[in-house]
Every structure is written in structure tokens, then in C-alpha cells.
């Protein structure tokens, strides 16, 4: 039986491994983010001080390990076997539930996954025990107070983390402006003081104070001249803030790369036990279990050693964060710092990730009305001066590639890491990506990067990773105690069953992230468009993009005419509908598209984008009529075949299959001139399209007097839906003719 336990213990190291690399890779962005968006030194430059940070984090996060210990459970009055099942049903619940929200897209945080996977395990099986044993109570089982606090924790750390944001984001602004080079002379060594003093505080004395490796004299004597040592900090600190910028030195930079040293640290010690804490719990039980069990059954042998303090070795930790900095340094996905918090906070206009919604439609009318409200009663005079330290056009970014300027990266890492380390101190594993994330929400919206344009999308995209986050929270919670039921009641084999499921898991995952990472190539080219100040370069690639989107529409426009008429041919229902789908789905990109170049347009040269304009939306209202002349074919056809009408009779197939074939070939060479942008056989596809339309022309002329003699084949039905194809087909080969002398037009020199 302790073999089993062995294998389990192992499986659970295992996927502590995997945790660490994928949860790094997707984590980083969140210590990364501000100082690449801001662009305030070279990616490794970052990347060194980031890892500096994580490995001093790791080492340091022992007191952490108490949460995956006795956090959330009272350990000792629960048998080995109901602890490891509870530890392994965690891991795969977080896996699973992982895997399921990476798949819809949705946002999700592993700090929530553990907390509620902890106690929806402990929950339920602590329901089970008092359901055999009346006598014990919820209290006894749960540590409820300690659950409680680390529940309220995360969830308040959230409207504070916003609201801190807001507030000290706005006040920086109104000191430093946009132009803060201009406005820097004498707050500069004020805000560098008190910044380094409080990453100081959080970082060397809340953090680094409290660690083990430190002597108790030492702690002690930190612990008394708090204060002073405090107040020296701030003062040495503004002097020498004060005299770096005299010396012309960007105080901000040094401000984000230590705030990305504090975060990456706080980070490392308060999400590492998210990774490894349960899995080193499992090995701390079964070590416990084979020294001191004399060979007691699994189901009797009570784990009060997990009520002590983690022990964690320093070994264990080391590897921890040395595994942590190689999944920074390697992982493609961690250097994929421009992620959804970006987009919501980036400073200049840009494609919308979110819709609208009623709940944002709702909040922004009612903050513009608040907002209007208090701006009747400020003087005029206030408001122009307000205003004016608000001028984005004064806005200092480091390169065309800068998200946000220096200033908003300082407060933002500054903040998260100073709220993230507090958490830390008073063991509460706090949310890195929500209180990171909502951070920047606030600083964003305080510096006016949300426009009336855009606030409703931006909200709705905040409440869509709040509401993830609830999401995952009760996700967690039900599926860890449905796997802990199913483990408890079905024993090894359940429990081996589930380890299969996770490897299975874990692979297809790996996969689908690799097809998914070709997809997201378009999204950088419109992020370059958006961030590149040279109109000229813009121009250069808003044509490859145009280009690119409309040979791909009419590339998808064949694909999808073959399809309905071999639906129609071998009355396929299921590829008709698959069909409609991808119709559906190509609509709602092409208009994402359509946004994307027209924003990009408005940053090529004036001149240029007059004269060209109207042949842009001349091409993207055509790859438009695409899907409405294809819909408009598909709709009769699918009702026909969904409803077992009479097939496509031989007759009508002898007529029509030269036309396809001729259809085909002129569409496949207008998607080969369109990709190549060369031009030279334009006119004799549009030659040929006129031919093939005359042929059209005939052959619905020719089906209209069969009809209207009462000849048809196979019964008025299918002769309809015949009669259909003919007209879209025609009006197909017209949107093609359209589109590409559109394209011409569009990118002629």
C-alpha cells in the first residue's frame, strides 16, 4: 500500500514541476508587463533583475507553505489517506479546471484555484465525516477562521488594489504631466524617496526581516527602530533620487526596474506555495506516514504533523525558483508580455478585445453622470489647470513600440508589488494576475487612457476577468470536492484513473497551445500598426495586412461555396451546418478586421488615406458580401436538406458542374493575385468573371422557361433552390471582380 502512496507522492512532485514552468510562463506578464510596456530597458536587462527577484522570493516563501499545510483544513483530524486524497484531487482539479478555462479563453488565477480546490475538498469530506460521526462539527474540521480571512483577503485586495490605483495615479499626474522630463525638477526626489522607501519597508524589512536565515538579534533590532531606520530611508533616498536626476539620470526607470524586483520577489513568495505547497504537504504526510506509523493502517494514522509549520527545505526552494527563472528565460509565452491588462491600459486608441455589455453601458453612464455632477461644482479655472496637466499630446513614451509612458509603469509595480508583499507578510496568498491586473485598471483610468470611445469595451472587459474570477472560484470549489467524492468512494483505482486523465490532459493542452500561438501573429502586426509613430511604415503595413485579410476572405469564400453545393450534392447536413458556423464566426472577424484597419488607416499619411479610402471599404464591404451572398445561398439549402426534400437531380448537375469548375479556377487566381499583389493578369480575370456571368445568365434563363413550362426535375422545391444558386453564384463572381480592383486600386504605387 505505501508503494501506491509512494507513486502518488511522486505524480504530485511531478506536476509541482509542470505547475512551476506553466504557471511562470503565464504569470510573468504580471511582474514583466510594466516595465516592457513601458519599454524602460532591454528584455533581458528586465529578465536578470526579475529573476534576481524570484529566486530571492522562493527562498524566502517558507511561511507560505502553511496555507497548503493547515491553512484551510485542521490536518489532525483527518487520516492520511483523506489527506492525500484531498492533495491529489486538488492537483487535478487544477489541472482540469486550468486546461477548461485556457480553452474557452477565459481568465483564471492560481492562487483562487487553490484556495477553493482546498476548501471544496476539505469541505466535503469533512461533510462525510460528520455525516458518520455526529459529534464533530464544521470547526473542527475546518480552519474557518483562517479560511475566512484568506477569502476576504482576495477578494477586497481587489477594489483596493483599483482604488489605490486610481487615486496615486492621479496625483502623480497632476504633478509630472505627460511631459513629466519638464515637471520633474523638484517632486522627482520626492516620489523616489517615497517609493523606495516603501518597496524598502514591504521588501528588506516586512519581507526579508521576517526570514529565517536572518539572526533574531538582527530581526529584533529591526523590529525596534522600524521607525528610524524608516525615516533615514526617506531621506537618504530623496537626496539621492534628487541627485541622480540632476545628474540626468531617469529616476522612473530605476523606480520600474526596482518595482520589478519587488514584484517579481513578491510574487516568487506568495505564489510559489500555489505551485509546490501541496505537493510538498503530500511528501511532508507520507514521510510522516512511514516514520511514525508502526505499520497502522492509512485510514487511522492521524496527520497532526501538518499543524506545525512548514519546514520546507531549503533545497526544495532553490530548485523552485531556479525552475521559475529558466521558465522566464525559455518560455515563449512568458516573453508575450502585452497581454489582456495591456490592452485594457495602453494609452493610445486601439482594436477592442470586449464587447459591450448592459452592466458596463450601465456604469459608464453613471460615471459620466457622477462626473459631471462634481464638475459643475469645481471652478473653471481648477478644471483648465486640471485639464492641462492631462495633455496627452505632451505624452514622453520610450520608443513607438511603449504601451504607457514611465511614469504610469512606476506607480503600477509600486503599488502590486507593495500590497502583494503585505499579503505575503500576514500569510495570505493574494491574487498576483487580479491585484496586478487591477492595478493597472485603476492607473489607467485615472490617466484618462479610457475615452468615451472605448470606456464601455474597457469595462466590459474588466467585469469579463472579474467574473472569470468568481467563475473560477466556484469551478474549483464544486469540481475538487466532485473529484474528492469520486477518489474517496472508488479508492486506488479512482484515484489512478484521474492521474491518467491528467496526463492526458497535460498533453492536449501542450498542443493546443502551439496551434493557438500561430493564430496570434495577425494580433501583432495591428499592435506594430498601433505603436509605430512613422506614417510612412504604417502605410507599408496596413497594405500587408489589407492584403492579407482580403486574400484570406476569398480564400474562406471558396472554401465555403464548395462546401454548401457538396452539402447540397450528398445532402450532408452536418457540413452544412458546420458551415453556417463558420460563416457566422468569419463574420464577427471580419469586423474585428475592418476596426483594426480602419484605426490603422487613420495613422497613414493624410494624403495617402484620402485618396485611398474609398477603395479600402470598397474591399472590406465586398469580403462583407461574401458571407451575405453565401448565407443567402446556404439558408434554402439547409432547410431543403434538413427536411429530406428530393436530391439534386442529374440534369442540374451536368449544367452546373463546368461553371464550378470555371468559378474555382477564377477564384483560386484572383486569391493568387491578391497575395502576390501582382497585378498583370487583373483585367483577364475580370474578363473571364464577365464570361462565366453570361454563362450564369443562360443557364438561369434557360431554368426560368423550364419552370415556367412546368418541367422541373424532381419537384418545385429543389428547382428553387437551384434557381437560388445560379443568382448568388453570379452575384459571388460580381463581389470578386469588386474586391479585387478594389485591392489594385488600394495598393498601387
Known sequence: MSTIYLFIVVFLLSLAIFDLFVGVSNDAVNFLQSAI?????????VLVIASIGVGIGAVMSTGMMDVARHGIMSPDQFSFEEVMTIFLAVMVTDVIVLDMFNTLGMPTSTTVSLVFELLGGTFILATLKIASAPSLTYGDLLNSDKALSVIIAIFVSVAIAFVFGCIVMWISRNVFTFNYKNHSKYGIGIFGGIAFTALSYFIFL???GKSPYIPDGTKEWINDNTQLLLLATFVVSSIVMQLLHLLKVNVFKFVVLMGTFA????????????????????????????????????????MSSLMESAKTPPFYLMLAGVIMIVAMATSKKAQNVIKTSVDLARQDEGDEMFGSSKAARSIVRASQDCGGFVARYIPSSVGKWIDGRFNKEEVILQDDKAAF??????????LASMLITIGTNYKLPLSTTYVTFMVAMGTSLADRAWSRESAVFRVTGVLSVIGGWFITAGVAFTG???????MFYTGIIGKLAFIALVVFLLIRSNRQYKKKSLDTKDEDMFRLMMRTRDPELVWDMLQKHVTKTQANMTEFALQSYNDIINGLETENVRLLRRCDKALRNER???????????????RCPLDLAIERNTWFHIGANSSQQFIYSLRRMLEPIKEHVDNNFNPVPELYSEEFTPVIRKINELMEASVSVMSTRRFDDYRDILTEADTVKDELSALRKKHLDRMQKGKEVNGVNISIVYLNILQESQEFLSIMRHQLRALKKFTEA
Do not use: H, W
Open 206 to 208: 516586512k519581507g526579508l
Open 480 to 486: 475538487c470536492a466532485l473529484v474528492c467524492v469520486i
Open 588 to 602: 464577427v472577424t471580419l469586423k474585428k478586421l475592418r476596426r483594426q484597419e480602419l484605426l490603422a488607416l487613420r
Open 263 to 302: 514584484l517579481a520577489m513578491a510574487f516568487a513568495g506568495n505564489d510559489l506555495v500555489n505551485f509546490i505547497g501541496v505537493p510538498l504537504a503530500g511528501l511532508d504526510s507520507y514521510n510522516d506516514y512511514i516514520a511514525n506509523s508502526n505499520g497502522a493502517n492509512p485510514t487511522e494514522f492521524m
Open 405 to 414: 509612458d514611465v511614469v504610469r509603469a512606476a506607480v503600477n509595480l509600486v
Open 37 to 45: 510596456g513601458a519599454r524602460v530597458a532591454k528584455f533581458k536587462t
